[in-house]
């Protein structure tokens, strides 16, 4: 049995569709266990599943910016409650996986940064994620953890839907180009994390650990915005946009309360050679992301 946590997030829905194929799946949501509920650890401890292979945990609170101001509360779903999980799966003997993020990182590097970079957050989420990565290495040996960033989805409100919305009413658009980074679809993390899976168990402590794991090439925001619209428009969508009317903003934006890493490109070498991994290019995802837009547009 899997149980997956955060089963309605852009990662969890993913997930929901793939890891049954790896045994009975039991999923959780905000719904059913708030992860910031005080007595959660009480709770937890009174959790039983007979034959637990493994935990995996997509619940985060990913509001950036709110963290700045909530970072207790960021705290306790993305640190405090990943640690609790982790130590109910190290409880039943299952394995736990768990998804971290580029923003551990202070982006001041000039190249990729690979696992044994030392991380130094820019902004309460990044500290509360990097707090929930040293709670799970030390609640449950048997883990792996996946750092990624710029993650979308088809369900998902994420980045490129976002373009494709603000492309359908506007005829400009100012775009970020001063951070890089390499948009990961959640379609490459759930194949992943089953390859994954089947090495924790396979492979055994060989494979536990700390990974990097984002699709191959790089990204700014007004390439990756401007790769949807270009799409959009060679598959027939209509749009106001075109792609030449994004211009860049080559200031990061002030009004956000959180700082973000200039520099988010992660090294995935490791997860390469230990998963047997070939990650495809970013672009690849965008068009399949775009490819969805046009079905879900010729439903009506
Ligand atoms: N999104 C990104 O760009 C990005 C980048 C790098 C790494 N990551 C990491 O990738 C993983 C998956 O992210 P995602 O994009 O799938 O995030 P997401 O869409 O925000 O999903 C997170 C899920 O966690 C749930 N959740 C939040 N607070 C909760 C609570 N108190 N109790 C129970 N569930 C709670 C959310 O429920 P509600 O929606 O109902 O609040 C949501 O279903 C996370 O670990 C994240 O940190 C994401």
Not at 128 to 135: F, Q
Not at 231 to 251: F, M, S
Not at 272 to 277: A, D, I, K, R, W
Request: charged residues 25%; contains cysteine.
């Amino acid at each position: 049995m899997i149980l997956l946590v955060g089963a309605d997030g852009q990662l969890g829905r993913e997930l929901s569709a793939s890891l049954g194929l790896l045994g009975n799946l039991s999923r959780w949501t905000l719904d059913n266990m708030d992860l910031a509920d005080p007595n959660l650890a009480e709770k937890l401890k009174r959790v039983e599943f007979p034959k637990l292979k493994a935990v995996v945990n997509a619940a985060a609170d990913t509001a950036v910016d709110r963290a700045e101001s909530e970072e207790d509360v960021a705290y306790r779903v993305n640190a405090e409650a990943a640690g609790l999980l982790a130590a109910l799966a190290e409880r039943h003997g299952a394995a736990f996986i768990h998804y971290s993020t580029d923003y551990v990182y202070d982006g001041m590097k000039s190249g990729p940064y690979t696992e044994e970079d030392e991380p130094a957050p820019l902004n309460a989420y990044g500290r509360t994620k990097l707090a929930g990565d040293r709670l799970v290495a030390a609640a449950c040996p048997r883990h792996v953890i996946f750092r990624t960033s710029w993650v979308f989805s088809q369900t998902g409100v994420c980045f490129p839907r976002t373009v494709y919305n603000l492309a359908k009413a506007r005829e400009s658009l100012e775009m970020d180009c001063t951070q890089r980074g390499a948009p990961t679809s959640t379609e490459l993390l759930s194949a992943a994390t089953l390859l994954a899976l089947r090495g924790v168990m396979g492979l055994g402590p060989a494979a536990w650990g700390l990974y990097h794991l984002v699709s191959s090439g790089e990204a700014t925001w007004l390439e990756f915005s401007r790769r949807v619209v270009s799409k959009a428009l060679e598959l027939g969508l209509e749009l106001k946009l075109k792609p030449g009317a994004i211009t860049p903003r080559d200031v990061p934006d002030a009004s956000r309360p959180a700082a973000r890493p200039l520099n988010s490109l992660l090294s995935t070498g490791k997860a390469e050679e230990t998963f047997g991994l070939v990650l495809p290019n970013w672009t690849y995802y965008a068009d399949r992301f775009v490819e969805g837009l046009r079905y879900q547009a010729s439903l009506g």
